[in-house]
């Protein structure tokens, strides 16, 4: 594990300091309840708990909210891997697209496992000086096991000009 991944890790591992992220940075999905539960180098996982107040009226998570927190679990791996890169890296997101299965109740755990393949953009970004992108699936399921949504980010990288 890098150094800078490391301290990233470090950084957002703890339930307040992530909360604060949020609400600093993304605060609807602070205000939706979207926590990050697992994180390493190969994956993240964020649940989003169904509430009053992001529930749509066919009383499931409405899809922005559900959205949200599977772009969380991509979004916190890329920031993982540019985190203090010298120099630094840029992110984007460039594309995205979701698969609804059932209906989203109860509390949705969103998983992506693309921590190797988004290691491999940002220093194929840095060694070339050009964009590189990867596509991040992230899938949600409910308290049972069952899959309620796919989502898939493409993000894109550029080094950042001096």
């Given at each position: ?51 009053w107040y992001n529930t749509n ?106």
């Amino acid at each position: 594990m890098s150094v800078n991944f490391q301290q990233f890790k470090e950084k957002m591992s703890g339930a307040f300091a992530f909360r604060l992220f949020l609400f600093r940075f993304v605060p609807a999905a602070y205000f939706a309840g979207v926590r990050l539960t697992a994180f390493d180098e190969e994956k993240a996982t964020c649940t989003v708990p169904q509430k009053w107040y992001n529930t749509n009226p066919f009383k499931s998570i409405y899809f922005a909210v559900l959205s949200m927190a599977a772009e969380i679990s991509t979004g916190v791996l890329c920031m993982a891997y540019i985190y203090r890169q010298k120099p630094g890296v840029s992110m984007l997101v460039t594309k995205n697209e979701g698969v609804f299965y059932k209906k989203a109740t109860g509390k949705i755990a969103f998983e992506c496992k693309s921590g190797k393949a988004i290691e491999q953009a940002v220093a194929q970004a840095i060694e070339t000086a050009e964009s590189q992108s990867v596509v991040c699936h992230s899938v949600g399921k409910n308290k049972d096991g069952e899959v309620v949504a796919e989502f898939y980010f493409t993000w894109s990288f550029k080094k950042r000009s001096i």
